[in-house]
């Protein structure tokens, strides 16, 4: 037998296989959803620090607005028994106080546990001396920023697991159609029946 004269292709010289229309869009899903992910992770950081600078606005602003008063208690609390013995609730009781303004003011306010009447509890007023909320606190601000941006990453991270876990789905399904139907007319010369 004589050799062929005709020089051998090797494996490097052949190149690259041609590539099928679902490698295209498999590359394509990669790309999508890592400059996806980049998106999103710029997208929460950004909505994170927007919420801690309007959130630490609001807690100077409430602080600046906000004093505490000693608030005398015109009635007793109710003695409030819980079923798990550790929380305590909050009752509204009639009380007065001296606004910052200088004025004399009665209404509600928000107290914890069983006192007595003419029992002096400390309350938030505003410059007009009606009861409020204590402001923000710093801590508040961050735990709130931090949270929004993390469920804001993990939200655009749960679209983007879905958008590729159902486009990997579709290309295996469509790539499974294609290789029966390439091995239908491949099997027959391939095993001799042909």
Same mark, same amino acid.
């Given at each position: 037998?004589?050799?062929?004269?005709?020089?051998?292709?090797?494996?490097a010289s052949i190149g690259a296989l041609p590539r099928r229309g679902t490698d295209l869009a498999e590359a394509a899903l990669y790309w999508v959803v890592g400059i996806g992910g980049l998106v999103a992770l710029v997208v929460a950081l950004v909505v994170g620090m927007e919420l801690q600078s309007s959130?630490? =606005?609001?807690?100077?602003?409430? =602080?600046?607005?906000?004093?505490?008063?000693?608030a005398v208690l015109q009635a007793p609390t109710a003695g409030?028994?819980?079923?798990?013995a550790v929380s305590v609730p909050v009752q509204q009781v009639d009380a007065s106080w001296t606004g910052p303004d200088g004025?004399?003011?009665?209404?509600?306010?928000?107290?914890t546990g069983t006192m007595a009447v003419g029992t002096t509890v400390r309350t938030w007023v505003d410059r007009t001396g009606a009861p409020v909320g204590p402001p923000l606190e710093p801590m508040q601000v961050t735990i709130t920023a931090v949270v929004v941006g993390a469920l804001t990453l993990a939200g655009a991270g749960l679209v983007l697991l879905l958008l590729f876990t159902g486009v990997q789905s579709l290309i295996a399904r469509r790539n499974d159609r294609?290789?029966? =139907?390439?091995w239908a007319i491949v099997e027959? =010369?391939?095993?001799g029946r042909a």
């Open positions: 037998m004589r050799p062929d004269p005709r020089p051998r292709k090797h494996a959130g630490s =606005a609001r807690a100077q602003a409430e =602080a600046a607005d906000r004093t505490v008063v000693p409030v028994v819980t079923l798990d004025r004399a003011h009665t209404g509600r306010v928000d107290v294609s290789w029966t =139907a390439e027959p =010369a391939w095993s």
